[in-house]
């Protein structure tokens, strides 16, 4: 059974820093992985997918990176705002059905 | 173009009672997903339809039917709420569920109290 891993369950850092966000999984046979935000009381909205063959993802401020063989990606952000401040989810895709197994996410607060 | 939308937003229901959460989806998608959000749990999936008239049990269906009434909606249903079915309940769709290009896009949530 595939099982997500995010580290650390919270951070906090001062605006401008740069930072990365972890995320590990058991099973390396898998077809994508995406990077979610989640504002408090509200959906999920999705940042980055990254295909089981690419390496990584690039939007804006945001750097996902995936190493399947070792069951890791990251989520890089550079120069973070107090708007980045939310809860950032993890997920892979894989199994015959391709659904999404979630980790349990970081919470990141960005102080101004 | 709206996404994908869910009604109601918020619910409180008696144990015993039933209902019916909706959503539907205006992006053409082909599958639809139901899941629960716990705290300390993170996100599990309930049901799913990878098409339009097919359905099948997620990781924690117990307590659950659905529905797909078309292609645009899939219908959650509670036939006799209890108060471990207090949670946070999030629809979401995607354009195919065998690709691993396609991802997965949220409603905003219906927050469900049994009591």
């Known amino acids: 059974k595939q099982e997500v891993t995010q580290i650390p369950a919270a951070l906090s850092v001062p605006e401008g820093e740069n930072l990365v966000l972890n995320c590990s999984f058991t099973?390396?046979?898998?077809?994508?992985l995406q990077w979610f935000r989640q504002d408090p009381g509200k959906g999920l909205t999705s940042l980055l997918l990254?295909?089981?063959?690419?390496r990584e993802q690039t939007s804006g401020r945001l750097n996902a990176s995936l190493d399947k063989s070792s069951g890791r990606s990251t989520l890089y952000i550079a120069a973070s705002q107090p708007g980045d401040s939310a809860t950032y989810l993890c997920?892979?895709?894989?199994?015959?059905?391709?659904?999404?197994?979630f980790g349990k996410g970081t919470l990141l607060t960005v102080n101004p | 173009n709206a996404g994908v939308t869910q009604t109601p937003k918020f619910q409180v229901l008696k144990t015993g009672q039933s209902m019916t959460l909706q959503c539907a989806q205006d992006?053409?998608?082909?599958?639809m997903y139901w899941y629960r959000q716990d705290p300390g749990m993170g996100l599990r999936l309930i049901y799913y339809?990878?098409?339009?008239?097919?359905?099948d049990k997620g990781e924690v269906p117990n307590g659950y039917n659905v529905s797909r009434l078309n292609k645009r909606e899939f219908s959650l249903r509670l036939e006799s709420a209890a108060p471990s079915q207090t949670s946070v309940y999030f629809c979401?769709?995607?354009?195919?569920?065998?690709?691993?290009?396609?991802?997965?896009?949220f409603g905003p949530g219906t927050r469900l109290t049994v009591t």
């Open positions: 979401a769709s995607r354009r195919g569920w065998d690709s691993q290009t396609y991802e997965q896009y």
């Open positions: 099973d390396s046979a898998i077809y994508n």
């Open positions: 997920a892979v895709c894989g199994g015959s059905n391709y659904k999404l197994t």
């Open positions: 339809s990878a098409s339009e008239g097919t359905t």
């Open positions: 992006m053409n998608h082909n599958s």
């Open positions: 990254i295909q089981s063959s690419q």
